[in-house]
């Protein structure tokens, strides 16, 4: 009897181990993995890019890496890439020209802007953005400054594996 006993506890020893370490793999994958996965897909999320007006930065195909967690990365400033909703309900990319309180010269002040008022001053909590390829490029030149609750997030780069279009790079090997 005292034989069988011992036995049966060296073959449950095993058991219990592995039971142990999913437990500890699950609680591992709970308290850590799924808060940042969930972060990741709040905070994070890729655009690419269609049109002329980002040209020679960015290319129509590319695709960016954009957040919104301005706490990590940054506010938003002067020279900062920037997705917004624009006037007419459309993803835009933007440099930020000018922030709130800053003034525009001349040659970029909005359409609607009259000279004689003089300088263009951008209001407080507003952002003034532009294309890096102006002749090409529909911005606040055209439909004023854009509200902070516009902007989707701030570009922080190239995602990685998707910096050209494939048909673009197949079609123009450097």
Partial sequence: ????????????????????????????????????ALFAFFNFHTVQIKGKSMEPTFNSGERLLVTSAYWLVGDIKKNDIIVVNSPSGDSVIKRVYAVGGDTVDFFNAPESWDITQGEYRVPP???YIVGDNRPQSEDSRVFGPISRDRVLGKVIRLAPGFEKNPQAAAQNPE
């Fill in 1 to 36: 009897m005292v034989v069988q006993d011992h036995l049966s506890q060296q073959r449950s020893a095993p058991v219990k181990r592995k039971k142990v370490i999913w437990t500890s793999f699950g609680t591992f994958l709970l308290v850590v993995v799924l808060p940042f």
């Fill in 125 to 127: 909590g507003t952002y």
